[in-house]
Protein backbone atom coordinates (compact mmCIF):
# COMPACT_ATOMS: atom_id res chain seq x y z
CA UNK A 1 0.00 0.00 0.00
CA UNK A 2 2.96 2.53 1.40
CA UNK A 3 4.89 1.12 -1.69
CA UNK A 4 1.58 1.60 -4.32
CA UNK A 5 1.15 5.53 -2.97
CA UNK A 6 5.00 6.39 -2.82
CA UNK A 7 5.04 5.26 -6.58
CA UNK A 8 1.70 7.13 -7.17
CA UNK A 9 3.46 10.56 -5.71
CA UNK A 10 6.71 9.99 -8.30
CA UNK A 11 4.40 9.46 -10.68
CA UNK A 12 2.52 12.93 -9.68
CA UNK A 13 5.79 15.16 -8.65
CA UNK A 14 7.26 13.44 -12.51
CA UNK A 15 4.09 14.61 -14.52
CA UNK A 16 5.62 18.41 -14.78
CA UNK A 17 8.93 17.62 -15.97
CA UNK A 18 8.55 14.63 -17.99
CA UNK A 19 5.35 14.69 -19.46
CA UNK A 20 5.83 10.61 -21.39
CA UNK A 21 7.17 8.79 -18.24
CA UNK A 22 4.64 8.90 -15.92
CA UNK A 23 1.43 7.66 -17.88
CA UNK A 24 3.71 4.71 -18.36
CA UNK A 25 4.16 4.31 -14.41
CA UNK A 26 0.88 4.46 -13.36
CA UNK A 27 -0.59 1.72 -16.71
CA UNK A 28 1.87 -0.70 -14.92
CA UNK A 29 1.07 -0.08 -11.56
CA UNK A 30 -2.22 -0.95 -12.33
CA UNK A 31 -3.18 1.33 -9.08
CA UNK A 32 -5.39 4.05 -11.15
CA UNK A 33 -4.82 4.14 -14.80
CA UNK A 34 -7.84 6.18 -15.41
CA UNK A 35 -6.20 9.01 -13.54
CA UNK A 36 -2.74 8.61 -14.95
CA UNK A 37 -3.82 8.21 -18.14
CA UNK A 38 -5.35 11.74 -18.85
CA UNK A 39 -3.66 13.96 -21.50
CA UNK A 40 -1.54 17.06 -20.01
CA UNK A 41 -3.36 20.34 -19.89
CA UNK A 42 -6.63 18.88 -19.75
CA UNK A 43 -9.47 19.71 -17.20
CA UNK A 44 -9.35 15.99 -16.02
CA UNK A 45 -5.52 16.88 -15.57
CA UNK A 46 -6.30 19.50 -14.19
CA UNK A 47 -9.17 18.55 -11.98
CA UNK A 48 -7.02 15.39 -11.01
CA UNK A 49 -4.06 17.17 -9.94
CA UNK A 50 -6.51 19.87 -8.16
CA UNK A 51 -7.83 16.57 -6.02
CA UNK A 52 -11.11 18.20 -5.61
CA UNK A 53 -14.11 18.55 -8.14
CA UNK A 54 -17.32 20.99 -7.62
CA UNK A 55 -20.49 19.22 -8.82
CA UNK A 56 -23.95 20.74 -9.46
CA UNK A 57 -26.44 18.97 -8.40
CA UNK A 58 -30.56 19.17 -6.96
CA UNK A 59 -30.75 19.00 -3.29
CA UNK A 60 -34.49 18.20 -3.60
CA UNK A 61 -35.15 15.56 -5.79
CA UNK A 62 -35.65 12.08 -4.10
CA UNK A 63 -34.19 9.56 -6.00
CA UNK A 64 -31.61 11.37 -7.93
CA UNK A 65 -30.46 14.66 -5.41
CA UNK A 66 -31.67 14.89 -2.09
CA UNK A 67 -29.71 16.80 0.76
CA UNK A 68 -29.80 14.14 3.60
CA UNK A 69 -29.63 15.40 7.37
CA UNK A 70 -25.19 15.37 7.56
CA UNK A 71 -25.97 17.89 3.93
CA UNK A 72 -24.61 15.91 1.58
CA UNK A 73 -27.26 15.10 -1.21
CA UNK A 74 -27.52 11.44 -2.20
CA UNK A 75 -29.68 9.46 -5.70
CA UNK A 76 -28.69 8.56 -8.76
CA UNK A 77 -27.24 12.01 -10.06
CA UNK A 78 -25.19 11.88 -6.75
CA UNK A 79 -23.78 8.39 -7.54
CA UNK A 80 -22.91 9.11 -11.27
CA UNK A 81 -20.88 12.52 -9.94
CA UNK A 82 -19.08 9.88 -7.45
CA UNK A 83 -18.11 7.82 -10.32
CA UNK A 84 -17.18 10.24 -12.53
CA UNK A 85 -14.65 11.76 -9.58
CA UNK A 86 -13.44 8.50 -8.73
CA UNK A 87 -12.32 7.89 -12.62
CA UNK A 88 -10.63 10.97 -11.97
CA UNK A 89 -8.36 9.75 -8.64
CA UNK A 90 -11.08 11.94 -6.62
CA UNK A 91 -11.97 10.25 -3.01
CA UNK A 92 -16.15 11.24 -2.70
CA UNK A 93 -15.32 13.66 0.73
CA UNK A 94 -13.39 15.32 -1.57
CA UNK A 95 -16.47 16.32 -3.72
CA UNK A 96 -17.98 19.85 -3.20
CA UNK A 97 -21.43 19.63 -4.13
CA UNK A 98 -23.26 22.62 -5.44
CA UNK A 99 -27.10 22.89 -4.97
CA UNK A 100 -28.21 24.24 -8.27
CA UNK A 101 -32.05 24.26 -9.21
CA UNK A 102 -33.56 24.58 -12.92
CA UNK A 103 -33.16 27.74 -13.60
CA UNK A 104 -29.20 28.41 -12.97
CA UNK A 105 -27.65 25.17 -14.18
CA UNK A 106 -25.72 27.01 -17.33
CA UNK A 107 -24.54 30.11 -15.73
CA UNK A 108 -23.26 28.28 -12.81
CA UNK A 109 -21.81 26.37 -15.56
CA UNK A 110 -20.81 29.46 -17.60
CA UNK A 111 -19.55 31.60 -14.25
CA UNK A 112 -17.48 28.65 -13.47
CA UNK A 113 -18.95 27.95 -10.29
CA UNK A 114 -18.97 24.27 -10.84
CA UNK A 115 -16.89 21.62 -13.00
CA UNK A 116 -19.91 19.22 -13.62
CA UNK A 117 -23.77 19.44 -13.69
CA UNK A 118 -25.39 16.11 -13.08
CA UNK A 119 -29.17 17.24 -11.67
CA UNK A 120 -31.86 15.49 -13.84
CA UNK A 121 -30.37 18.18 -16.77
CA UNK A 122 -32.22 17.75 -20.06
CA UNK A 123 -30.14 17.71 -22.74
CA UNK A 124 -31.82 20.30 -25.89
CA UNK A 125 -29.99 22.82 -28.31
CA UNK A 126 -31.20 25.86 -26.67
CA UNK A 127 -28.94 24.98 -23.79
CA UNK A 128 -25.90 23.61 -26.22
CA UNK A 129 -26.05 26.93 -26.97
CA UNK A 130 -24.39 28.03 -24.05
CA UNK A 131 -22.99 24.90 -22.53
CA UNK A 132 -22.03 21.12 -23.56
CA UNK A 133 -23.43 18.12 -22.57
CA UNK A 134 -21.84 14.74 -22.09
CA UNK A 135 -24.33 11.39 -21.91
CA UNK A 136 -27.24 10.83 -21.76
CA UNK A 137 -26.66 8.71 -18.46
CA UNK A 138 -30.42 8.35 -18.49
CA UNK A 139 -33.40 8.70 -20.25
CA UNK A 140 -36.62 10.60 -18.45
CA UNK A 141 -40.00 11.27 -19.67
CA UNK A 142 -42.45 14.22 -18.90
CA UNK A 143 -45.67 12.65 -17.14
CA UNK A 144 -48.07 13.69 -14.35
CA UNK A 145 -49.20 13.48 -10.58
CA UNK A 146 -52.32 13.96 -9.26
CA UNK A 147 -54.12 12.63 -6.17
CA UNK A 148 -54.87 8.84 -5.97
CA UNK A 149 -58.43 10.24 -5.14
CA UNK A 150 -58.38 12.21 -8.44
CA UNK A 151 -60.93 10.65 -10.85
CA UNK A 152 -60.82 13.10 -13.69
CA UNK A 153 -57.02 12.97 -14.88
CA UNK A 154 -56.33 9.48 -15.64
CA UNK A 155 -53.37 10.71 -18.16
CA UNK A 156 -51.71 13.41 -19.80
CA UNK A 157 -54.50 13.57 -22.39
CA UNK A 158 -56.98 14.94 -19.23
CA UNK A 159 -55.44 18.31 -18.56
CA UNK A 160 -57.42 20.44 -20.63
CA UNK A 161 -58.80 23.13 -18.49
CA UNK A 162 -56.63 21.59 -15.37
CA UNK A 163 -54.05 23.68 -13.57
CA UNK A 164 -51.13 21.85 -13.28
CA UNK A 165 -47.90 23.01 -11.20
CA UNK A 166 -44.51 22.88 -12.03
CA UNK A 167 -41.11 24.84 -11.67
CA UNK A 168 -41.25 28.49 -13.05
CA UNK A 169 -38.32 28.30 -15.88
CA UNK A 170 -37.98 24.55 -15.90
CA UNK A 171 -38.09 22.27 -19.45
CA UNK A 172 -41.31 20.75 -18.06
CA UNK A 173 -43.36 24.11 -17.91
CA UNK A 174 -41.93 25.45 -21.24
CA UNK A 175 -43.46 21.84 -22.41
CA UNK A 176 -46.51 22.32 -20.89
CA UNK A 177 -47.19 25.46 -22.26
CA UNK A 178 -46.41 24.12 -25.85
CA UNK A 179 -48.18 20.77 -25.72
CA UNK A 180 -51.01 21.46 -23.39
CA UNK A 181 -52.54 25.54 -24.61
CA UNK A 182 -55.95 24.85 -22.90
CA UNK A 183 -53.72 23.79 -19.26
CA UNK A 184 -53.48 26.91 -16.88
CA UNK A 185 -49.78 25.92 -16.14
CA UNK A 186 -49.32 27.49 -12.03
CA UNK A 187 -45.26 27.88 -11.34
CA UNK A 188 -43.65 27.37 -8.20
CA UNK A 189 -40.25 27.95 -6.88
CA UNK A 190 -39.37 24.08 -6.44
CA UNK A 191 -41.36 20.88 -7.37
CA UNK A 192 -41.92 19.89 -3.42
CA UNK A 193 -43.44 23.06 -3.18
CA UNK A 194 -46.23 21.54 -5.38
CA UNK A 195 -47.21 19.04 -2.93
CA UNK A 196 -49.62 21.47 -0.56
CA UNK A 197 -50.98 23.24 -3.13
CA UNK A 198 -52.20 19.96 -4.68
CA UNK A 199 -53.26 18.25 -1.72
CA UNK A 200 -55.08 21.67 -0.70
CA UNK A 201 -56.93 21.39 -3.93
CA UNK A 202 -55.40 24.87 -5.45
CA UNK A 203 -54.33 22.68 -8.22
CA UNK A 204 -55.05 19.65 -10.08
CA UNK A 205 -51.78 17.45 -10.83
CA UNK A 206 -48.10 18.27 -10.61
CA UNK A 207 -46.15 17.56 -14.08
CA UNK A 208 -42.57 16.98 -14.55
CA UNK A 209 -39.85 14.36 -15.46
CA UNK A 210 -41.52 10.76 -14.30
CA UNK A 211 -38.78 9.95 -12.29
CA UNK A 212 -39.02 12.53 -10.22
CA UNK A 213 -43.01 12.21 -9.49
CA UNK A 214 -41.89 8.57 -8.70
CA UNK A 215 -39.92 9.62 -5.76
CA UNK A 216 -43.14 12.13 -4.49
CA UNK A 217 -44.84 9.08 -5.23
CA UNK A 218 -43.33 6.53 -3.02
CA UNK A 219 -43.06 9.01 -0.50
CA UNK A 220 -46.73 9.28 -0.04
CA UNK A 221 -49.62 6.88 -0.61
CA UNK A 222 -52.19 9.90 -1.74
CA UNK A 223 -50.32 10.46 -4.91
CA UNK A 224 -50.14 8.80 -8.11
CA UNK A 225 -48.14 8.89 -11.08
CA UNK A 226 -50.99 8.56 -14.34
CA UNK A 227 -50.75 7.86 -17.57
CA UNK A 228 -47.43 7.36 -20.25
CA UNK A 229 -44.82 9.67 -20.29
CA UNK A 230 -45.24 12.47 -22.77
CA UNK A 231 -42.22 13.26 -23.57
CA UNK A 232 -38.31 12.55 -24.14
CA UNK A 233 -36.46 13.68 -21.57
CA UNK A 234 -32.43 12.83 -22.33
CA UNK A 235 -30.34 13.45 -18.57
CA UNK A 236 -26.72 14.59 -19.69
CA UNK A 237 -23.56 16.23 -17.80
CA UNK A 238 -23.40 19.85 -18.07
CA UNK A 239 -19.75 21.01 -18.78
CA UNK A 240 -18.45 23.65 -20.29
CA UNK A 241 -19.26 24.65 -23.71
CA UNK A 242 -17.15 23.42 -26.83
CA UNK A 243 -14.60 21.38 -23.72
CA UNK A 244 -14.77 18.43 -26.11
CA UNK A 245 -12.00 16.48 -24.63
CA UNK A 246 -13.82 16.06 -21.28
CA UNK A 247 -16.80 15.53 -22.83
CA UNK A 248 -15.55 12.71 -24.78
CA UNK A 249 -13.61 11.42 -21.87
CA UNK A 250 -16.72 11.27 -20.22
CA UNK A 251 -18.74 10.27 -22.49
CA UNK A 252 -16.20 7.19 -22.18
CA UNK A 253 -16.55 6.72 -18.67
CA UNK A 254 -20.38 6.58 -19.39
CA UNK A 255 -19.98 4.25 -21.80
CA UNK A 256 -17.39 1.51 -19.46
CA UNK A 257 -19.63 2.15 -16.60
CA UNK A 258 -23.04 0.74 -18.77
CA UNK A 259 -20.72 -2.45 -19.67
CA UNK A 260 -19.06 -3.24 -16.33
CA UNK A 261 -22.45 -2.94 -14.33
CA UNK A 262 -21.34 0.11 -12.11
CA UNK A 263 -24.17 1.76 -13.72
CA UNK A 264 -26.86 -0.68 -13.33
CA UNK A 265 -25.24 -0.82 -9.26
CA UNK A 266 -25.74 2.66 -9.27
CA UNK A 267 -29.43 2.54 -10.49
CA UNK A 268 -30.14 0.41 -8.32
CA UNK A 269 -29.28 1.48 -5.10
CA UNK A 270 -31.07 4.24 -5.22
CA UNK A 271 -33.72 5.23 -8.05
CA UNK A 272 -34.30 1.74 -8.49
CA UNK A 273 -35.57 0.98 -5.40
CA UNK A 274 -39.06 1.89 -6.72
CA UNK A 275 -38.56 2.46 -10.43
CA UNK A 276 -37.81 -0.80 -12.73
CA UNK A 277 -34.39 -0.68 -14.07
CA UNK A 278 -33.83 0.13 -17.79
CA UNK A 279 -31.12 -0.66 -20.30
CA UNK A 280 -28.84 1.95 -20.58
CA UNK A 281 -29.08 4.55 -23.30
CA UNK A 282 -26.83 5.33 -26.03
CA UNK A 283 -24.47 7.82 -25.78
CA UNK A 284 -24.93 11.04 -27.90
CA UNK A 285 -21.35 12.40 -28.96
CA UNK A 286 -23.16 15.24 -31.16
CA UNK B 1 -33.25 43.23 -28.01
CA UNK B 2 -35.98 41.95 -30.81
CA UNK B 3 -36.43 39.59 -28.41
CA UNK B 4 -37.97 42.34 -26.37
CA UNK B 5 -40.16 43.37 -29.30
CA UNK B 6 -40.78 39.76 -30.01
CA UNK B 7 -42.39 38.81 -26.79
CA UNK B 8 -44.33 42.17 -25.49
CA UNK B 9 -47.46 40.84 -25.69
CA UNK B 10 -46.14 38.17 -22.90
CA UNK B 11 -44.23 40.37 -21.08
CA UNK B 12 -47.07 43.17 -21.02
CA UNK B 13 -49.22 39.91 -19.56
CA UNK B 14 -46.70 39.74 -16.92
CA UNK B 15 -46.45 43.66 -15.77
CA UNK B 16 -50.23 43.79 -16.02
CA UNK B 17 -50.14 41.33 -12.88
CA UNK B 18 -47.28 42.84 -11.49
CA UNK B 19 -49.26 46.18 -11.58
CA UNK B 20 -52.13 44.57 -10.37
CA UNK B 21 -50.34 42.97 -7.31
CA UNK B 22 -48.85 46.18 -6.73
CA UNK B 23 -51.86 48.03 -6.61
CA UNK B 24 -54.20 45.91 -5.04
CA UNK B 25 -51.87 45.25 -2.10
CA UNK B 26 -50.81 49.43 -1.96
CA UNK B 27 -54.12 49.91 -1.50
CA UNK B 28 -55.33 47.30 1.11
CA UNK B 29 -51.68 47.84 2.92
CA UNK B 30 -52.33 51.39 2.84
CA UNK B 31 -55.80 51.01 4.75
CA UNK B 32 -54.41 48.33 7.09
CA UNK B 33 -51.24 50.72 7.85
CA UNK B 34 -53.63 53.66 8.54
CA UNK B 35 -55.42 51.47 11.41
CA UNK B 36 -52.28 50.09 12.82
CA UNK B 37 -50.72 53.26 12.73
CA UNK B 38 -54.23 55.12 14.58
CA UNK B 39 -53.73 51.89 17.39
CA UNK B 40 -50.34 52.48 17.74
CA UNK B 41 -50.92 55.86 19.09
CA UNK B 42 -53.94 55.43 21.05
CA UNK B 43 -55.28 55.75 24.36
CA UNK B 44 -56.29 52.37 24.51
CA UNK B 45 -53.24 50.18 26.06
CA UNK B 46 -53.91 46.37 24.39
CA UNK B 47 -54.48 48.21 21.04
CA UNK B 48 -51.50 50.48 20.92
CA UNK B 49 -49.19 46.99 22.40
CA UNK B 50 -51.23 44.26 19.50
CA UNK B 51 -50.02 47.05 16.78
CA UNK B 52 -46.43 47.26 18.38
CA UNK B 53 -46.64 43.30 18.26
CA UNK B 54 -47.60 42.93 15.01
CA UNK B 55 -45.52 45.37 12.93
CA UNK B 56 -42.24 44.31 15.12
CA UNK B 57 -43.31 40.48 13.86
CA UNK B 58 -44.05 41.23 10.25
CA UNK B 59 -41.32 44.05 9.80
CA UNK B 60 -39.01 41.87 10.91
CA UNK B 61 -39.44 38.44 8.95
CA UNK B 62 -38.83 37.87 5.94
CA UNK B 63 -41.43 38.44 2.91
CA UNK B 64 -40.49 35.08 1.47
CA UNK B 65 -41.58 33.40 4.85
CA UNK B 66 -44.81 35.57 4.89
CA UNK B 67 -45.65 34.00 1.16
CA UNK B 68 -44.59 30.23 3.07
CA UNK B 69 -47.61 30.62 6.20
CA UNK B 70 -49.77 31.42 3.58
CA UNK B 71 -49.58 28.57 1.04
CA UNK B 72 -48.35 26.06 3.67
CA UNK B 73 -49.06 26.39 7.01
CA UNK B 74 -52.45 28.36 7.17
CA UNK B 75 -54.01 26.08 4.89
CA UNK B 76 -53.10 23.25 7.82
CA UNK B 77 -55.35 25.15 10.21
CA UNK B 78 -58.26 24.84 7.84
CA UNK B 79 -58.01 28.41 6.62
CA UNK B 80 -59.67 28.07 2.97
CA UNK B 81 -57.24 27.80 -0.06
CA UNK B 82 -58.06 31.25 -2.41
CA UNK B 83 -56.76 31.96 -5.48
CA UNK B 84 -53.12 32.45 -5.82
CA UNK B 85 -53.80 36.19 -6.83
CA UNK B 86 -55.35 36.65 -3.51
CA UNK B 87 -53.10 34.96 -1.59
CA UNK B 88 -50.42 37.27 -2.85
CA UNK B 89 -52.08 39.96 -2.42
CA UNK B 90 -53.09 38.88 1.39
CA UNK B 91 -49.30 38.77 1.89
CA UNK B 92 -47.99 41.30 0.65
CA UNK B 93 -50.63 43.03 2.06
CA UNK B 94 -49.94 42.05 5.83
CA UNK B 95 -45.96 42.51 5.75
CA UNK B 96 -46.61 46.09 3.81
CA UNK B 97 -48.74 47.49 6.35
CA UNK B 98 -46.04 47.25 9.01
CA UNK B 99 -43.99 49.52 7.26
CA UNK B 100 -46.76 51.74 6.25
CA UNK B 101 -47.48 51.95 9.56
CA UNK B 102 -44.21 52.57 10.63
CA UNK B 103 -44.09 55.73 8.18
CA UNK B 104 -47.38 57.07 9.60
CA UNK B 105 -46.34 56.95 13.23
CA UNK B 106 -43.18 58.50 12.74
CA UNK B 107 -45.12 61.57 10.81
CA UNK B 108 -47.75 61.42 13.69
CA UNK B 109 -45.13 62.08 15.82
CA UNK B 110 -43.21 65.34 14.07
CA UNK B 111 -46.25 67.06 14.65
CA UNK B 112 -46.31 69.38 17.56
CA UNK B 113 -47.81 67.19 21.00
CA UNK B 114 -49.10 71.19 21.95
CA UNK B 115 -51.77 70.24 18.39
CA UNK B 116 -53.24 67.14 20.12
CA UNK B 117 -53.15 69.10 23.48
CA UNK B 118 -55.06 72.18 21.78
CA UNK B 119 -57.74 69.66 20.03
CA UNK B 120 -58.51 68.24 23.22
CA UNK B 121 -58.90 71.13 24.93
CA UNK B 122 -61.31 72.62 22.82
CA UNK B 123 -63.35 68.81 23.00
CA UNK B 124 -62.73 67.27 20.01
CA UNK B 125 -62.20 63.66 20.73
CA UNK B 126 -59.18 61.07 19.82
CA UNK B 127 -60.75 60.26 15.91
CA UNK B 128 -61.71 63.64 15.48
CA UNK B 129 -57.98 64.83 16.77
CA UNK B 130 -57.19 62.18 14.54
CA UNK B 131 -58.53 62.53 11.14
CA UNK B 132 -58.65 66.27 11.37
CA UNK B 133 -55.56 68.30 13.37
CA UNK B 134 -52.67 65.34 13.38
CA UNK B 135 -53.31 63.29 10.06
CA UNK B 136 -53.63 66.47 7.71
CA UNK B 137 -50.47 68.10 9.16
CA UNK B 138 -48.64 64.47 9.02
CA UNK B 139 -49.36 64.01 5.78
CA UNK B 140 -47.03 66.39 4.56
CA UNK B 141 -44.11 64.58 6.17
CA UNK B 142 -44.94 60.97 5.38
CA UNK B 143 -45.28 61.35 1.92
CA UNK B 144 -41.63 60.28 1.06
CA UNK B 145 -41.07 57.34 3.07
CA UNK B 146 -44.50 56.06 1.67
CA UNK B 147 -43.64 56.51 -1.64
CA UNK B 148 -40.44 53.83 -0.66
CA UNK B 149 -42.89 51.92 0.88
CA UNK B 150 -44.79 51.52 -2.01
CA UNK B 151 -41.67 51.24 -4.64
CA UNK B 152 -40.75 48.27 -2.41
CA UNK B 153 -44.02 46.84 -2.51
CA UNK B 154 -43.69 46.94 -6.44
CA UNK B 155 -40.44 44.95 -6.29
CA UNK B 156 -41.62 42.85 -3.43
CA UNK B 157 -43.90 41.57 -5.78
CA UNK B 158 -41.41 39.39 -7.39
CA UNK B 159 -41.58 37.16 -4.34
CA UNK B 160 -45.27 36.23 -5.88
CA UNK B 161 -43.35 34.59 -9.22
CA UNK B 162 -42.16 31.56 -6.51
CA UNK B 163 -45.83 30.74 -5.70
CA UNK B 164 -47.97 30.14 -8.53
CA UNK B 165 -48.09 33.53 -10.47
CA UNK B 166 -46.60 34.28 -13.42
CA UNK B 167 -46.04 38.00 -12.87
CA UNK B 168 -42.87 39.62 -14.69
CA UNK B 169 -40.45 37.88 -13.06
CA UNK B 170 -42.52 34.34 -13.90
CA UNK B 171 -42.52 35.40 -17.34
CA UNK B 172 -38.44 36.51 -17.67
CA UNK B 173 -38.31 32.77 -16.46
CA UNK B 174 -40.25 31.30 -19.07
CA UNK B 175 -38.79 33.45 -21.98
CA UNK B 176 -35.27 32.93 -20.95
CA UNK B 177 -36.17 29.00 -20.84
CA UNK B 178 -37.53 29.35 -24.11
CA UNK B 179 -34.27 31.66 -25.16
CA UNK B 180 -31.16 29.67 -23.73
CA UNK B 181 -31.31 32.26 -21.03
CA UNK B 182 -30.56 35.39 -23.85
CA UNK B 183 -30.15 37.94 -21.03
CA UNK B 184 -32.22 40.71 -22.96
CA UNK B 185 -34.97 38.81 -21.53
CA UNK B 186 -34.22 40.61 -17.91
CA UNK B 187 -33.18 43.65 -19.50
CA UNK B 188 -37.08 43.49 -20.95
CA UNK B 189 -38.35 43.02 -17.79
CA UNK B 190 -36.01 45.63 -15.83
CA UNK B 191 -37.83 47.99 -18.31
CA UNK B 192 -41.32 47.26 -17.19
CA UNK B 193 -40.53 47.23 -13.27
CA UNK B 194 -38.63 51.19 -13.76
CA UNK B 195 -42.25 51.78 -16.00
CA UNK B 196 -43.99 51.54 -12.60
CA UNK B 197 -41.30 52.41 -9.91
CA UNK B 198 -40.12 55.82 -11.54
CA UNK B 199 -43.81 57.17 -12.17
CA UNK B 200 -44.31 56.59 -8.62
CA UNK B 201 -41.17 58.57 -7.46
CA UNK B 202 -42.02 61.64 -9.67
CA UNK B 203 -45.90 61.15 -8.59
CA UNK B 204 -44.25 61.44 -5.30
CA UNK B 205 -42.26 64.66 -5.80
CA UNK B 206 -44.98 66.72 -7.39
CA UNK B 207 -47.54 65.35 -4.55
CA UNK B 208 -44.78 66.92 -2.24
CA UNK B 209 -44.92 69.61 -3.82
CA UNK B 210 -48.45 70.47 -3.68
CA UNK B 211 -48.75 69.46 0.13
CA UNK B 212 -45.66 71.04 0.94
CA UNK B 213 -46.22 74.69 3.49
CA UNK B 214 -43.48 77.01 4.61
CA UNK B 215 -42.94 75.88 8.77
Known amino acids: MLAAMTLALTACSGEAEEPEAPADDGMQEGDDPAAADLPEGSTMAELAEAGSIRIGTKFDQPLFGLQGPDGVPEGFDVEIGTIIAGELGIAPEDIEWVETISANRESFIETDQVDLVVATYTINDTRKERISFAGPYYEAGQSILTLASNEDIQGPDDLAGAKVCTVSGSTPEANLLENFPDTEVVPFGAYNECL ?57 VLEEIFEDGRWTEAWESTAGTVLPTPEPPAVDRY | MDLISENLPALFAGFRLTLQLAVYSGVLALALGLLLAAMRVSPLRPLSLFSAAYVELLRNTPLTLVFFFMYFVAPQFGVPAFSFLWVAVIALSLYTAAFVSEALRSGINSVGVGQAEAARAIGLTFGQT ?48 ANAGDPWVWVGVAVFYLLITIPAGLLAGVVERKVAFAR
Do not use: H, M
Open chain 2, 130 to 177: LSQVILPQAVRSVIPPLINVLIALTKNTSVAAGFGLVELIGVGRRLST
Open chain 1, 196 to 252: DPLKNGQVDAISTDNVILAGFAADDDELEVRGEPFTEEPYGIGLAKDDDEFRNWIND
